[in-house]
């Protein structure tokens, strides 16, 4: 009877352990699952940095188009001290061309080098062409005769795939009679 039941119990006890095979089965899903785990955050770590990226153009594509919108523009002021027509600030048609890094949160100083003098951060640099035309009424109907188009377009290129985007603010603008 003693025999039986060590027997029974080895029976039993082998019964409830896991193959080989089962043991590789269940590493190899979990391997995949955390894989996909890992894959997914570093995609979603991709696109919060392009999103940073691209806001960060459209923040600079704005300040181009308010600079220029900002700029002197009186077609009819006659100075009485100098007897002549005020200067205007930018004249049409023009492309102001501007280059800068754009604000994107980093640790640190942005210029830090290291002791070889390549720089620790990232510097992403973007290019704004601001283009100012006049806008005729042949072109645009019943809209006033001292109408300007202002275009500001901001060239960045993301650094994971090499791709140049752009980002476009256009208004228009009218003399400040």
Known sequence: ???????????????????????????????????GIVYGYSQMSRF???????????????????????????PWDFSTNTGAWSENQITVPSTIVQQDLLDIPMKGNPFATNSSGAFTNALFYATNYIVVTQVTNDSVGSFPANLRQIESVVYWTFPYSGKQFSNIVITLRASDE
């Open 48 to 74: 919060a940095e392009w999103s940073a990226m691209s806001s960060a153009a459209q923040s600079y594509a704005l300040q181009g188009l308010e600079q220029a919108r900002s700029a002197q523009w009186n």
């Open 1 to 35: 009877m003693l025999i039986q039941t060590l027997h029974t119990n080895a029976r039993s006890a082998r019964a409830a352990a896991f193959t080989l095979v089962e043991a590789l089965f269940a590493f190899t899903i979990l391997a995949m699952s955390i894989g």
